[in-house]
């Protein structure tokens, strides 16, 4: 098991920046893929962003393509989501998620929650027109 923690959210006016962090504390980290979803008021959770066990394959839907991005550091066990050009939709808590596989040919990117076992707390991510 691994423990996750996000940080970064706050609140901010449409057109800005922000870099959310997760911490991964526990196992190794090298065998988890891990993603980004979020979860607005109302709404189911939603995926955002993927990255592949060994981090060689991303993935986004195409509400976030090219405004967002995720990227990781092995070296401290963090993985990183950065938003950019951010609309007031994309208001929501943000969470990151981890799936545990041995595989090190597993190249999978889920974007359906359920194959992820370890979840964060969650950051709140508050957009303005």
């Known amino acids: 098991q691994v423990t996750l923690v996000e940080s970064g959210g706050g609140a901010l006016q449409a057109g800005g920046s922000l870099r959310l962090s997760c911490e991964v504390f526990g196992r190794t980290f090298s065998n988890y893929a891990v993603s980004w979803f979020r979860q607005a008021p109302g709404k189911e959770r939603e995926f955002v962003a993927g990255?592949?066990?060994?981090?060689?394959?991303?993935s986004y839907p195409d509400s976030v393509k090219g405004r967002f991005t995720i990227a990781r550091n092995s070296a401290i066990n963090a993985v990183y989501l950065q938003l950019n050009s951010l609309e007031p939709d994309d208001t929501a808590v943000y969470y990151c998620?981890?799936?545990?596989?041995?595989?090190?040919?597993?190249?999978?990117?889920?974007?359906?929650?359920?194959?992820?076992?370890?979840w964060g707390q969650g950051t709140q991510v508050t957009v303005s027109s």
């Open positions: 990255l592949s066990r060994s981090g060689g394959r991303t």
């Open positions: 998620a981890a799936r545990f596989t041995l595989d090190n040919s597993d190249t999978n990117i889920y974007t359906s929650p359920s194959p992820y076992t370890n």
